[in-house]
């Protein structure tokens, strides 16, 4: 259920594709939905007004646009060491009393039961009540040297910091990050059977990473630019809030591997720098940090380097280990006692290369472990399997991509094939412009679905801003882009169209590309103006912070603005609010606010 402005509504799955068959349950993909009123006197086709019609097309994009799935016996948002270490508490609980609460992404749409079965227990609701998680799920078969296997992978997505790529980024003050992902490489090994068709699993291993956007308080404010203004802000409980972070980290997963892949130079440096400074001051006992500059060591198409940074983490795998369940055994063979948690800038591209080599190496180990293969043999020196592996490996990243920047993932050429090529780099140019396009343009609307059904921003009843549907911007700012792409078809004109006299036109093309010249340059001078910008939680704590930290511009806020510059410190900081400077509270738009 959701509650909009008007009424509140009943979402309802209608449509679903079976995904696959994982320890003896479906796994379905929800391909269709209906939204009913409860209030007789909505329409869904003809909303009341046109702030109900906005909020409703909020929803519906939503979960159109997003990868929902969930299974009726299987829980879908815990790793396969988690459910069986509460194996006995679990016994005769319903899904959602069980489930990871991180992963849970319907939560919040399933308070109104949940409160109704916890409140009265003679009004059980848990038959309504279906954890869905917002993510992947594959699952594929395969024999090697006589033993049938079935190769599964799932990625869970955290509702907590939901969001964009630009809209969310870093952490909050409660410790959850942007794009936090789950993902669990399950293999399984079936039992023999003589038609080989049994779904009895008799060895089941799990080998889990994390990835998650970097613990800072930082964004990237769109200005139209290709390249936004980098923004690092210095608050005072920045290390609370890493700490909280590394604090659930360690107890969900035990030792924490940082594995950090941004730019040592350039535009990414100064996120790089405070993020190890932030790790120094922090000095935990269970977690390390590494470092792999991975545009460095892999350039030129020497994709092949990555395994330099498995050499560097050899040690912390075979550390962590992974899960290994034996139905012959009353014990685990081994349990997972550490998770490798990896970023870069977004979290998409260069880590899904990282997370898909860590994972290989696993399931190598994992295969010879099991005798399956010989201590000199791969998975590369199987045709069958090492297609299914990158496949699912490439299609994972294509999702995860989508949910957060709007388009598949980068390099997935590399992951697909075990090379970088030249027509790769093509497609990832094409996936660069598309997302841009849609990063400035577009994921303004797409994040006020997020913050609207993950319950980060609730409506009251009745309210109706203007704001929301209303374009509240000057005149002269909605004027020019009309006025550019106007000036735009008048030159084409005069080139196109024929002469009716000899009368030179170097003063019509003079006026028309002077005015070219002035639209342009106002749109790109004021460019957050033209960005779409979410409308349920502004952004404009961010966009305009004016505290200690680091600023790599200050652009597209209009004519006379000097750009600021960087405070390094807090005395500069302090003598700033000595002469008058106010810093207001950054809540990183977790804070639920009402218009």
Known sequence: ???????????????????????????????????????????????????EAHLLALVRSHLYQSSFLYSYGWDLTRRLQAQWETLKDDAGRALWEVADDRFFWNKFLQSRFIDVTLANSDQNLSPYI??????????????????????????????????????RRGIDHQGHVANFVETEQVLLVDQPSVDGASEEASVQLSFVQVRGSIPLFWAEVNTLRYKPDLQIMSLQDTLDAAKKHFDEQVSEYGQESLVSLVNHKGYEKPVKEAYEHT?????????????????????????????????????????????????????PVHLQTGAVRTNC??????????????????????????????????????DDLIKD?????????????????????????????????????LEDGYKSVMRYLKNNFFDGARQDAFDLMTGTWTPRRGWQPASLVADRRPLVTRAMPYALWFSVF????????????????????????????VSLTFIIVHGIEY???????????????????????????????????????????????????????VEMGEKRRVD
């Open 531 to 585: 960005v779409n910008w979410p409308r349920l939680l502004p952004l404009s704590d961010i966009v305009f912070y004016d505290g200690p930290g680091f600023r790599s511009g200050n652009h597209g806020k209009g004519f006379g603005i000097p750009p600021l510059d960087p405070v390094r410190d807090e005395k500069a900081y302090a003598k700033r609010r000595r002469a008058g400077s106010r810093l207001g509270e």
């Open 279 to 331: 790790m120094a001051e922090l000095n935990l006992p269970k977690v390390r940090y590494q470092y792999f500059d991975f545009h460095s060591e892999c350039k030129n198409m020497r994709w092949d380097r990555i395994s330099v940074l498995l050499d560097q983490m050899e040690e912390d795998l075979k550390q962590q280990g992974y899960f290994h369940l034996d139905s012959l055994k009353l014990e």
């Open 389 to 425: 592996f990158r496949e699912m490996w490439s299609d994972h990243a294509n999702e995860i991509s989508a949910a957060y920047s709007g388009t598949g993932a980068l390099k997935v050429d590399f992951t697909r094939t075990g090379k970088r090529t030249r027509v790769g780099l």
């Open 1 to 51: 259920m959701v509650t909009l402005v008007m009424s509140e509504y009943v979402i309802i799955i209608t449509g679903r594709e079976l995904r696959g068959r994982f320890m003896g349950n479906n796994v379905y993909r929800a391909t269709d939905y209906e939204v009913l009123p409860l209030n007789p006197d909505i329409s869904v086709q003809n909303p009341p007004n046109r702030v």
């Open 130 to 167: 279906l954890p869905v998680i917002y993510g992947t799920f594959d699952i594929r078969p395969a024999h090697i040297n006589g033993h049938h296997i079935r190769l599964c992978l799932t990625s869970r997505r955290s509702r907590y910091r939901a969001g964009t790529r630009y809209f």
């Open 345 to 382: 800038m977004d979290n998409l591209d260069r880590t899904n290369v990282a997370q898909a080599a860590f994972a290989k190496w696993t399931l190598n180990r994992q295969l010879r472990a099991l005798g399956i293969l010989n201590e000199n043999e791969s998975i590369d020196s199987y």
């Open 490 to 517: 008048m030159i084409f004109a005069g080139l196109t169209l024929p002469r009716t006299s000899d009368y030179s036109l170097f003063y019509y093309f003079l006026f028309w590309f002077v005015w070219v010249a």
